[in-house]
C-alpha cells in the first residue's frame, strides 16, 4: 500500500497478507501429496485516491483536464420511505483499489490474471 493510505493520521508503509486456513479434507490431501503448489495473487497499489494531505487526487487526461464520469448515488426519499437513485456527474478518484479489488475477484474464480 501506498505511505498515504492512512495519511494525513499517519505515515506508515503498510502491507496486507490474507491468509486463509486449510479445511481439514485439504489438510489431509496435503500431508498425503507432500508439498503443495499453489497461485499467488499479489497486487501493488500505487494510488489510493488521495495525496499526502488527504486531498482527493483524480484522474486526468493527457492535457490535465479531470476525467468526469457518471456516478450513481442511492439515498432514501425525505420521508424515509422509498430508495431513490440519480446520477452525477463528477471526477473519478485515481485510485488502484478498486481495480486491484476485481482482479482479485477475477483470481478466486480462475479467470485472467
Known amino acids: 500500500m501506498p505511505v498515504e493510505a492512512f495519511l494525513p493520521q499517519v505515515g506508515v508503509q503498510a502491507s ?10 485439504e489438510r489431509s490431501i496435503a500431508y498425503d501429496t507432500g508439498p503443495a503448489e499453489y497461485d499467488v495473487f499479489m497486487a501493488i497499489a ?3 485516491g488521495k495525496d499526502r ?11 490535465g483536464a ?9 439515498y432514501l426519499s425525505p420521508d424515509k420511505t422509498k ?22 475477484r477475477e483470481f478466486k474464480k480462475g479467470g485472467a490474471q
Open 83 to 104: 430508495l431513490k437513485v440519480r446520477t452525477e456527474k463528477r471526477p473519478t478518484l485515481d485510485d488502484d483499489l478498486p481495480r486491484i479489488a476485481q482482479a482479485y
Open 46 to 48: 500505487e494510488k489510493v
Open 53 to 63: 494531505r488527504g486531498v482527493p487526487v483524480h484522474v486526468r487526461d493527457e492535457d
Open 66 to 74: 479531470e476525467i468526469i464520469s457518471n456516478h450513481t448515488i442511492q
Open 16 to 25: 496486507l497478507l490474507f491468509l486463509q486456513k486449510l479445511s481439514e479434507v
